[in-house]
């Protein structure tokens, strides 16, 4: 917890430059607890502060730390090149913050995505010595077969590594329907795995990052959440 000056909270959450922070004050738009601030040198504790900017209240955060459950065709990138990127999805003030995806979702894949402004959360969870499973939906093009769901357990070679890649666990869901769950969090690791395996990826989900599932986040398609402690702990592998 520490204490500053109103414009350079503002300007941490994300709402602009100090300049445009300090407009925002004199100009009536930011009140806390109910009553209008107009002096921008004014200081508060940010410990459990409120803030109440063009009528919307925003509680202060050294960080944030997002789940997006991801449409497809939104680029997981801050200069996308093809789609838009995910950041138009989340307030504009989130790009100020330069809040940045927890890795990579493909285009077209949609499901459970991480975002923070948090260097070192965003690095820990995208290292793959972390080894958190994450599970992924897959349709694909040729029916699914035992021989299939053998394959991905026993460990398919892809060309650039240097030992095979195993599944955690690989169900069959239906005659075109795989659940797989994965910890090595490698590029295009399911449509890879599937290739090498004599089938074809037509469509992917990602429902869950360790102890995280969408579900339980109740939030639809092109919606976002933030993430509470409770609920950042379940990131965290298991013992």
């Not at 260097?119 to 077969?145: D, L, M, N, W």
């Not at 240097?162 to 969090?185: D, F, M, N, T, Y």
């Not at 469509?203 to 993430?227: K, M, N, P, V």
């Amino acid at each position: 917890m520490s204490k500053l000056s109103l414009d350079r909270i503002l300007q941490s959450q994300g709402f602009g430059t100090r300049k445009y922070c300090r407009a925002l004050i004199e100009d009536g738009d930011v009140a806390i607890g109910g009553e209008i601030q107009d002096n921008y040198k004014a200081t508060f504790e940010t410990g459990d502060l409120v803030l109440t900017v063009f009528d919307e209240e925003w509680r202060y955060r050294e960080h944030v730390y997002i789940a997006l459950y991801k449409p497809a065709n939104y680029e997981c990138s801050r200069k996308p090149s093809h789609h838009p990127g995910v950041l138009t999805l989340l307030p504009e003030q989130f790009s100020w913050r330069e809040v940045q995806p927890v890795g990579r979702l493909d285009h077209d894949t949609t499901g459970l995505l991480l975002m923070s402004d948090d260097g070192p959360f965003i690095h820990a969870q995208s290292s793959p010595k972390r080894h958190v499973p994450k599970v992924y939906q897959a349709t694909t093009a040729e029916p699914v077969t035992d021989a299939l769901v053998e394959r991905l357990l026993a460990g398919v070679q892809l060309h650039d590594e240097p030992a095979p890649l195993r599944a955690v666990s690989c169900v069959k869901r239906g005659e075109h329907q795989l659940e797989i769950v994965l910890e090595q969090g490698k590029y295009h690791q399911v449509k890879r795995m599937l290739a090498a395996a004599d089938n074809h990826c037509s469509a992917l989900h990602r429902s869950q990052i360790g102890g995280l599932t969408l579900d339980a986040l109740g939030i639809r398609e092109g919606e976002w959440c933030f993430l509470e402690q409770a609920q950042l702990d379940l990131l965290v592998p298991a013992a």
